[in-house]
């Protein structure tokens, strides 16, 4: 087990420019049993756990999960305290802080609301802060924006940060990539890399405007830029991580060192693509909807299990969790709708299976919530057999076989899920010299 840096984010970023394949990796979700995996996991590798909220799910209005930066701050807290781990050993982080949810407003309009939000994520006591603010605004001019406003723009969102610190100033990152995150909405066979000569005007651009509003010493702690490395993931396909067109990236960044990269969209990535996008400093990796895809591939499971079990049962109440959540979706489609695409039958594929996960947006509402909690108690109450466990959650038959995992259903959805922050923290390396 490795020892946990006072400041891990540092840590990672001079161990990438002493020549050591460090990296961190950082869980955006708000789902409760990705938290508790996430800590579960961080616990096992003696280090942090990093949880990032996006200005879609969590501002000022609520966000699509009803909460604000001080009320997702408090649920992360109180999940950490309710799984004995130590508060200090949680990293908040504020993805995508920017415009982007008010978009269609007026510049001005926007950026005020995106003002408010990053000083509302710093009083949270979020510690590391991604200024966003390449999107077209309702009143910019048609086309793309010139890279000057937005480094301006990511540069009076930095200002507002600065003036709402009250304690350890946060850390920065800069840029973005293309396409938007969270999967694209087309199926893609190829990502171009961000040009190494558009990563180093970002760069370039970014530090003049800091210093043009007196913000040199908080670009001593910029620690990253987001750029394309050329991964990305769509709803039945997964473009694999090409060092060599990222090669010419991996040399500009040592020429800039603290800095490193950060990696969006960079679930379903194999764990060798993931280790070598470390080593080629993308030292920090984040992951979201592959979190909850496993989470769904776990209670589709722990349902088959439960049909099982209560086959024989004339008095039995099933918790039809499969098809309390598609009944959910196709009665609310607005966060599926504009991403899946084709007849009835591809259309019904993907609501459940597909690699964009569109289903986690349901988990909170209250039909899906009762079923999930009526999943859990049917299977609280009868020993579930590791013949079963076998069949439908071969991984954690073994956990349990060796004795490192109790066959309770939560504590099975929470190992699934590590699944795939076992794969991060491998691929990490988590200071484990």
Known sequence: MGTLSDDPLQTVAAGQHAGRASGIFSVCSANRFVLEAAMLQASADGTCALIESTSNQVNQFGGYTGMTPSEFAQCVRSVAAEMGFQPERVLLGGDHLGPNVWRNEAAETAMRHAEVLVRDCVRAGYRKIHLDASMRLGDDPPGALPQELMAGRAARLCAAA???????????????????????????????????EDAELTI???????????????????????????????????????RASAAGLSRLIERHAPLVFEAHSSDYQTEECLRRMVEDHFAILKV??????????????????????????????????????????????VHWKGHYRGDDEQVR?????????????????????????????????????QTLLSQFMPAQYHAVRAGTLQPAPASLLRHKVMEVTGLYARACGHWQR
């Not at 850390?171 to 396409?179: D, K, M, Q, R, S």
């Not at 439960?306 to 196709?330: F, H, V, W, Y």
């Not at 690699?355 to 108690?377: F, G, H, I, K, N």
């Open 204 to 242: 370039s651009l970014t530090r003049a405007a800091f210093a043009e509003r007196g913000l040199e010493k908080a670009w001593q702690r910029v620690i990253a830029v987001v750029v394309q490395p050329g991964v990305e993931f769509g709803d039945s396909a997964v473009v694999a991580y090409n």
């Open 162 to 196: 600065e003036d709402a610190c009250r304690g350890e100033p946060p850390a920065y990152v800069i840029g973005t990539e293309v396409p938007p995150p969270g999967g694209a909405r087309e199926e893609i066979e190829s990502v171009p890399a961000t040009r190494p």
């Open 349 to 385: 594929l993907a609501l459940k299976y597909s690699y964009s996960d569109r289903a986690r947006y349901y988990w909170p509402a209250p039909a899906v919530r009762e079923a999930l909690d009526r999943l859990l108690t049917n299977l609280a109450q009868r020993a579930i057999p």
């Open 288 to 333: 979201g909807p592959w979190l909850t895809f496993a989470l769904r591939e776990g209670v589709f499971a722990l349902a088959r299990m439960e049909e099982e079990l209560m086959a024989g049962e004339r008095s039995a109440a099933p918790s039809k969790i499969e098809q309390a959540l598609l009944e959910t979706m196709r009665r609310d489609p």
